[in-house]
C-alpha cells in the first residue's frame, strides 16, 4: 500500500506536469484521437473529453496501465489520467466501501466480483488481458530449474503466494493439476513479495505472473512450466457505477481494449484472451 | 508518565478562577471547556474503530474460529516471539540507553536521533534493510552462511529480529529519559565508596530505574506484538514457523473478512489485558 501510494503521488505529478504540457501545446498540435477537434481546441464542448479519470488497477498493471494512461493523455490533450495500483482485494474493498474510482481493473474474476456483488459497477465486465504463470529464478539460474517439479526439490527456497491471493491461488491449481506437493518457505502476501525474495537472492525461485518475471528485467530469469497453462488468470475491467468522468471513463477502457492497447499490455507479457 | 498528575495538581489555581468566573464544579473536575471538547473528541476518535471492532464481530463464529489450530499457532507464535524480542530489547537497549544517557562522545545526538529512526520508518522498509544486512546474500548474511550454515530470513529467529527492531527503539528512549531523570550522583556516591562502575551500574542504578524499564518493555513487547511490515518482508509468511497474528489477519482480510475481525479482536484483547494490568502496576510508578 505504501509502496503504491507514493507512486502513485510521484504519478500524480508527473501526469500533472505532462498534461499542464499537453494542454500548454493543445492550441498548436493537432491530436491523433480527437478527430475534427484539431487546431480548435476551444470546440464543441461535448464531443471533447476533459478532466481527470481515476482508474484503480491491480498492482500488476502497474507498468502497462502507466503506459496506457500516458497514451490516454496523448490522445485526449486536457484529461488526466489518476492511477492507484494495490492488491484487487485491498482496490475493491475500496470501491465497495465508496473510493472515488472510475474505473476498476482487476487481477481475477474474484475481485471483480466482490465489486460486481455490490451492483457498484455499469454493465458487465469484460476480459481484457490474461496471465500465465511462470517461475522466476535467481539470474543464471543455478539450481537448473526447468519445470515445476524441479522446485519440490529438497533444498531448493521456493516462495509462494498465500492461497488467498490470485498469485496463490493459480499456483495451487497448477500444483493441484499436476499432483505435485510443494512446501514453500514461505506464503507471500502478493505477488511483487514473492518476485522481490528471488531478485535479492533469499529464495531460489518463486512461482509468480510472466509480466512479473517481464518486469523484473535481469533482476530474475524466466522458466515457463507446461502446468501453467491449466490456471491462467482473467483480468476483468468494467466502469463503476459512482464514476465521476463516465465518458472519458469510457474512452480509456476503449483504449485498453483497442489494439493499440494490446498491443501495450502484449509488451508487458500480457497475453490476448 | 508522571505528567498525567501535574495538570490535576497545576490546576489549583487555574480551577480557582474558573469557579469564580463560571461556577464550575470544583477541584480537579473543574475542565475548561477549550480542552473539554478537543480532549473528548480524541478520545471518541481513539475508541471509535475500536468499538466498531466489536460491533462488527460475528461473535457466532468466534469460538469455532478461535479453537481452529492455524489461530491457536499464530497467537502462540505472536506471543512468543514479542517476548522474546523484548528480552533482546532489554539485553541490549538499556546498555545503549545507559551509554546514551551517562556518557560523553562525539555525535551523541546523531547516535540517539539514529537510534529512534526505526520508530518513523516504515516497517517494510526496517525489513528490507533487515534482508540487506541479513539475509543470506546480506552484508552479513552472507557471512553467517558461509561461516556457519545459518540463513536467518524465512525462521522465527527472523521474526523475533524484525520486531526487536521496530521494538527496540521504544524500550531505549524510555530507559534513557530515565536516566536522565535519575540523580547520578548516587552511582558516583557508589563508585567512590569503592564500587567499580558496573557494579554500581547493577547494584545503583539499575533498582532506581526498574520502573523506567518496566515500562518501555511494556511498550516495546506492545509494539513486537503488533509488528506486521517489517516481519513479513523479512522473516515471510509460513503457518507456525512466521506466520504472527498480524499477518494472520492481513491474509484473512484478502477472502474472509469476517474471520479478519475476529483475529483482530482476539489481538486486541490480548494487547489490552497485558497494557492494562502492567500499566497499572509499572508505568504510572515512572
Known amino acids: 500500500m505504501i509502496r503504491s501510494m507514493r507512486r502513485t503521488r510521484r504519478m500524480l505529478q508527473l501526469t500533472g506536469a505532462g498534461s499542464a504540457l499537453l494542454m500548454a501545446l493543445g492550441a498548436c498540435s493537432s491530436s491523433a484521437g480527437s478527430s475534427g477537434t484539431a487546431g480548435k481546441p476551444e470546440e464543441p464542448a461535448s464531443a471533447r473529453l476533459s478532466g481527470t479519470v481515476t482508474v484503480f488497477a491491480a498492482a500488476s498493471l502497474t507498468e502497462s496501465f502507466t503506459a496506457l494512461g500516458k497514451e490516454f493523455e496523448k490522445q485526449h490533450p486536457g484529461t488526466r489520467v489518476s492511477l492507484d495500483f494495490a492488491g484487487s482485494d485491498t482496490l475493491a474493498a475500496n470501491i465497495t466501501s465508496g473510493a472515488p474510482a472510475d474505473v476498476f481493473a482487476a487481477a481475477s474474476p474474484r475481485t471483480m466480483a466482490m465489486v460486481t456483488g455490490k451492483k457498484d459497477t455499469i454493465g458487465t465486465p469484460v476480459t481484457f488481458v490474461r496471465n500465465q504463470l511462470e517461475i522466476a529464478t535467481v539470474p543464471g539460474n543455478p539450481h537448473g530449474v526447468s519445470s515445476l517439479k524441479d522446485l519440490t526439490r529438497s533444498g531448493l527456497k521456493v516462495v509462494l503466494c498465500d492461497k488467498t491471493v490470485p498469485c496463490g491461488a493459480a499456483a495451487q491449481k497448477a500444483l493441484d493439476a499436476s499432483g505435485l506437493k510443494l512446501t514453500p518457505v514461505s506464503y507471500e502476501q502478493d505477488v511483487k513479495g514473492a518476485l522481490t525474495k528471488v531478485e535479492l537472492k533469499e529464495a531460489d525461485a518463486a512461482v509468480v505472473y510472466r509480466t512479473d518475471v517481464k518486469a523484473a528485467g535481469d533482476g530474475v530469469e524466466g522458466v515457463e512450466f507446461a502446468e501453467s497453462s491449466k490456471a491462467i488468470n482473467d483480468y476483468p475491467i468494467a466502469l463503476l457505477k459512482n464514476a465521476q468522468n463516465t465518458r472519458a471513463a469510457k474512452a480509456f477502457i476503449t483504449l485498453v481494449r483497442s489494439a493499440e492497447g494490446r498491443k501495450i499490455l502484449n509488451q508487458s507479457g500480457f497475453l490476448t484472451p | 508518565m508522571t505528567t498525567l498528575h501535574e495538570p490535576g495538581a497545576a490546576a489549583g489555581p487555574r480551577t480557582g478562577r474558573t469557579r469564580r468566573g463560571r461556577g464550575a464544579p470544583e477541584g480537579r473536575r473543574g475542565a475548561p471547556f477549550p480542552l473539554l471538547v478537543p480532549g473528548l473528541l480524541a478520545l471518541a476518535f481513539l475508541l471509535l474503530p475500536l468499538l ?43 546498555p545503549l540507553a545507559w551509554l546514551l544517557a551517562r556518557t560523553d562522545f562525539p555525535g551523541r545526538g546523531l547516535v540517539r536521533a539514529l537510534v529512534t529512526l526505526p520508530l518513523v520508518l516504515p516497517p517494510v522498509v526496517g525489513g528490507v534493510a533487515l534482508l540487506l544486512a541479513l539475509g543470506r546474500n546480506g552484508i552479513i548474511g552472507r557471512w553467517l552462511d558461509a561461516w556457519f550454515g545459518i540463513t536467518l530470513p524465512f525462521t522465527t529467529t527472523a521474526v523475533v529480529i524484525a520486531e526487536a527492531f521496530v521494538a527496540m527503539p521504544f524500550l531505549v528512549i524510555s530507559v534513557e529519559g530515565t536516566l536522565r531523570a535519575a540523580d547520578p550522583r548516587y552511582e558516583e556516591a557508589a563508585t567512590t565508596l569503592g564500587a567499580s562502575r558496573f557494579t554500581a551500574f547493577r547494584r545503583v542504578t539499575l533498582p532506581m530505574i526498574a520502573p523506567g524499564i518496566a515500562a518501555g518493555a511494556v511498550l516495546a513487547w506492545a509494539r513486537a506484538l503488533g509488528e506486521f511490515g517489517a516481519t513479513i518482508t523479512f522473516a515471510g509468511n509460513f503457518p507456525g514457523r512466521t506466520r504472527t497474528m498480524p499477518l494472520a489477519v492481513y491474509l484473512a482480510l484478502q477472502n474472509d473478512p469476517e474471520a479478519a475481525v475476529s483475529l483482530s479482536l482476539v489481538l486486541l484483547v490480548v494487547s489490552i489485558a497485558v497494557l492494562a494490568g502492567l500499566r497499572d502496576r509499572w508505568m504510572t510508578g515512572a
Do not use: F, K
Not at chain 2, 58 to 83: D, G, K, M, Y
Open chain 2, 52 to 94: 466498531a471492532l466489536l460491533v462488527r464481530a460475528p461473535w457466532r463464529s468466534l469460538p469455532h474460529l478461535l479453537t481452529s489450530p492455524e489461530v491457536w499457532q499464530a497467537l502462540q507464535l505472536s506471543l512468543v516471539s514479542a517476548t522474546a524480542a523484548t528480552a533482546v530489547s532489554i539485553a541490549l537497549g538499556v
